[in-house]
T-cell receptor, first 109, second 115 residues
């Protein structure tokens, strides 16, 4: 069972391109985290969203709780953005995070 | 990373031996989690803790036990390691449980190889 679906699974972009990663989930949630994992590295939470939109630098995250969908956008992408991005909604039942399998992003100079 | 450390970071062991991974936090957060990460799977919850001596099972808890005798330490034990437990293990801490955690911080991971 996949409560969380991310698309695309893999993405290659040229430096400077605008990037969108999508996350759809089937469970009822109250909040969602976007996580970043660099190759061989640890995992960092970029955003926690419960509604609307948040922006940190070149990163923008949006969520529509009713439509069960969230997106992560990267403006003016850079090679250092190359990482796996993981969508992690917090389920209302079961009291747990659900995790997508991640989107692997490669930004080419 | 600041606030949460895992040890050991790398371990190679043999089938049938016991293994303990340690997660230590300095943030005084109530909630702690152990996950495993394997290729083709998302992070999967092994066990979590919602306070000292308060723990519960996750979706992949078979073969694992945990203990939390102090707020800052959460131990994951493999009583008799098997090759299927070869994985990268992540500890995480959060400040809230319901309605989504405002803060969710992961340790650097512990790579375990069971031969």
């Amino acid at each position: 069972k996949n409560e969380v679906e991310q698309s695309p699974q893999n993405l290659t972009a040229q430096e400077g391109e605008f990037i969108t990663i999508n996350c759809s989930y089937s469970v009822g949630i109250s909040a969602l985290h976007w996580l970043q994992q660099h190759p061989g590295g640890g995992i960092v939470s970029l955003f926690m969203l419960s509604s609307g939109k948040k922006k940190h630098g070149r990163l923008i995250a949006t969520i529509n709780i009713q439509e069960k969908h969230s997106s992560l956008h990267i403006t003016a992408s850079h090679p250092r953005d190359s990482a796996v991005y993981i969508c992690a909604p917090w389920g209302n039942t079961g009291n747990q995070f659900y995790f997508g399998t991640g989107t692997s992003l490669t930004v080419i100079p | 990373d600041a606030g949460i450390t895992q040890s050991p970071r790398h371990k190679v062991t043999e089938t049938g031996t016991p293994v303990t991974l340690r997660c230590h936090q300095t943030e005084n957060h109530r909630y702690m989690y152990w996950y495993r990460q394997d290729p083709g799977h998302g992070l999967r919850l092994i066990h979590y803790s919602y306070g000292v001596k308060d723990t519960d099972k996750g979706e992949v808890s078979d073969g694992y036990s945990v203990s939390r005798s102090k707020t800052e330490d959460f131990l994951l034990t493999l009583e008799s390691a098997t090759s299927s437990q070869t994985s990268v293990y992540f500890c995480a801490i959060s400040d809230r449980f319901s309605s989504g955690a405002n803060v969710l911080t992961f340790g650097a991971g512990s790579r375990l190889t069971v031969l």
